[in-house]
């Protein structure tokens, strides 16, 4: 399928390929160059075909958050699974159990409960499923602190069914940050608590193998901490306004854009794109709405000011630039994720011509 750009419908999402393949080569280099295995997280294309050449050039398995996204990538042959995220219940025990059919499958978490539900299934099965003790390192999220890793993990590691093969974080609060230097700190304290937390369980007698961390605003910097084995960026492979904040992006690395269109000059302030929530999400930069629902490129004083369901509405009174209806914008999403997230496809882009298409068939697997 060859198209030119003005024969594909909008509001599409394009990827420029050249600029994609850049950043999957980029941090792959930085993975070898720091000695460390790469596990993409796919919550970013939710696309096999994106997971497969992530595995092409180098990386040893894939990152999921949910037992349905991990099915769409043994699909497609992916043979090693991290699902980053605690399985709760008989339902989801009994889908970990026919996944594991086809993959090695490891999961985090961070309490007894679920480790002694995935314990028994792994006794039923006769494995040992392996597990990672997930750690807050400042998100606040899922995950325990530092000094309540080592009872924990002696409990876990008592468990029959269950193999405890090390810890894992997500150092989402460097995204708090607005500068790379403040990123880079965030980064190496994350990495400094992990390591710390590694050391400490060792010494417990835990036979802890692996150090798991990174996201695309510290993997640059935490991959290089001594002691790290792992890091799982994922929206690197697109990168988008959050992560030009954060200062590890730029337009430039830019490689997804949503492609819409003016369909109304109602009012000398005011046009309107044919891209709304449903399209762009209602995702704004650090929670701010001084900032608008994205970037659009060329753009800089414009600001997409509210979103309906498929109205974008743009405000132009600081700027006036002569839009015409029929007239198309690239627009930088703020947060990527969830925009592949509500599209079936995305299109590839190289040289100003479509060259192909790629399914989001991981998209909306919310369990
Ligand atoms: C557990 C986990 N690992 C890795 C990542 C990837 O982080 P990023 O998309 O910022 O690169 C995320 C993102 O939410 C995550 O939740």
Same mark, same amino acid.
């Given at each position: 399928?060859? /198209?030119?750009? /003005?024969?594909? +419908?909008?509001?599409?999402?394009?990827?420029?390929?050249?600029?994609?393949?850049?950043?999957?080569?980029?941090?792959?280099?930085?993975?070898?160059?720091?000695?460390?295995?790469?596990?993409?997280?796919?919550?970013?294309?939710?696309?096999?075909?994106? =997971?497969?050449?992530?595995?092409?050039?180098? =990386?040893?398995?894939?990152?999921?958050?949910?037992? %349905?996204?991990?099915?769409?990538?043994? +699909?497609?042959?992916?043979?090693?699974?991290?699902?980053?995220?605690? !399985?709760?219940?008989?339902?989801? $025990?009994?889908?970990?159990?026919?996944?594991?059919?086809?993959?090695?499958? /490891?999961? /985090?978490?961070?309490?007894?409960?679920?480790?002694?539900?995935?314990?028994?299934?792994?006794?039923?099965?006769?494995?040992? !499923?392996?597990?990672?003790?997930?750690?807050?390192?400042?998100?606040?999220?899922?995950?325990?602190?530092?000094?309540?890793?080592?009872?924990?993990?002696?409990?876990?590691?008592?468990?029959?069914?269950?193999?405890?093969?090390?810890?894992?974080?997500?150092?989402?609060? =460097?995204?708090?940050?607005?500068?790379?230097?403040?990123?880079? &700190?965030?980064?190496?304290?994350?990495?400094?608590?992990?390591? +710390?937390?590694?050391?400490?369980?060792?010494?417990?007698?835990?036979?802890?193998?692996?150090?798991?961390?990174?996201?695309?605003?510290?993997?640059?910097?935490?991959? @290089?901490?001594?002691?790290?084995?792992?890091?799982?960026? %994922?929206?690197?492979?697109?990168?988008?306004?959050?992560?030009?904040?954060?200062?590890?992006?730029?337009?430039?690395?830019?490689?997804?854009?949503?492609?819409?269109?003016?369909?109304?000059?109602?009012?000398?302030? &005011?046009?309107? $794109?044919?891209?709304?929530?449903?399209?762009?999400?209602?995702?704004?930069?650090?929670?701010?709405?001084?900032?608008? @629902? %994205?970037?659009?490129?060329?753009?800089?004083?414009?600001?997409?000011?509210?979103?309906?369901?498929?109205?974008?509405?743009?405000?132009?009174?600081?700027?006036?630039?002569?839009?015409?209806?029929?007239? &198309?914008?690239?627009?930088?999403?703020?947060?990527?994720?969830?925009?592949?997230?509500?599209?079936?496809?995305?299109?590839?882009?190289?040289?100003?011509?479509?060259?192909?298409?790629?399914?989001?068939? =991981?998209?909306?697997?919310? &369990?």
């Amino acid at each position: 399928m060859r /198209s030119e750009l /003005s024969h594909l +419908d909008t509001p599409s999402l394009l990827i420029d390929v050249d600029r994609m393949e850049r950043n999957l080569k980029e941090m792959a280099d930085i993975a070898a160059d720091a000695g460390v295995a790469l596990r993409p997280h796919i919550k970013t294309h939710k696309s096999p075909t994106l =997971a497969l050449r992530q595995i092409e050039l180098g =990386a040893h398995g894939v990152t999921v958050a949910k037992i %349905g996204e991990a099915d769409v990538m043994a +699909d497609a042959g992916i043979k090693n699974i991290r699902i980053a995220y605690p !399985i709760v219940g008989p339902e989801k $025990l009994a889908r970990l159990a026919r996944l594991m059919e086809s993959a090695e499958v /490891s999961v /985090s978490l961070d309490n007894f409960e679920v480790a002694r539900g995935l314990s028994q299934l792994g006794e039923s099965l006769g494995k040992k !499923i392996p597990i990672l003790l997930k750690i807050n390192t400042g998100l606040a999220r899922v995950g325990v602190t530092p000094p309540e890793a080592v009872p924990l993990g002696t409990q876990l590691a008592a468990l029959p069914g269950v193999d405890l093969v090390g810890i894992l974080t997500h150092e989402g609060q =460097a995204m708090r940050e607005h500068s790379l230097e403040g990123a880079k &700190r965030a980064a190496r304290e994350a990495g400094k608590i992990m390591v +710390d937390t590694a050391e400490q369980m060792r010494a417990a007698g835990l036979n802890i193998r692996e150090v798991s961390v990174g996201s695309t605003a510290t993997a640059r910097e935490i991959a @290089y901490v001594r002691g790290v084995t792992e890091i799982r960026p %994922g929206t690197y492979v697109f990168n988008d306004v959050n992560e030009i904040s954060v200062g590890v992006a730029s337009e430039e690395t830019c490689a997804l854009t949503v492609h819409a269109t003016i369909v109304s000059i109602p009012a000398d302030d &005011r046009a309107i $794109l044919d891209a709304g929530s449903k399209t762009l999400t209602s995702d704004l930069l650090g929670g701010s709405p001084s900032n608008g @629902y %994205g970037f659009i490129k060329g753009y800089s004083n414009v600001k997409i000011a509210r979103l309906t369901e498929e109205h974008g509405i743009l405000e132009l009174q600081h700027a006036k630039p002569t839009f015409e209806v029929g007239q &198309r914008v690239e627009i930088i999403p703020n947060h990527v994720c969830p925009v592949v997230n509500l599209a079936d496809v995305m299109y590839l882009m190289k040289n100003g011509e479509c060259q192909g298409q790629v399914e989001v068939l =991981a998209r909306g697997k919310s &369990r």
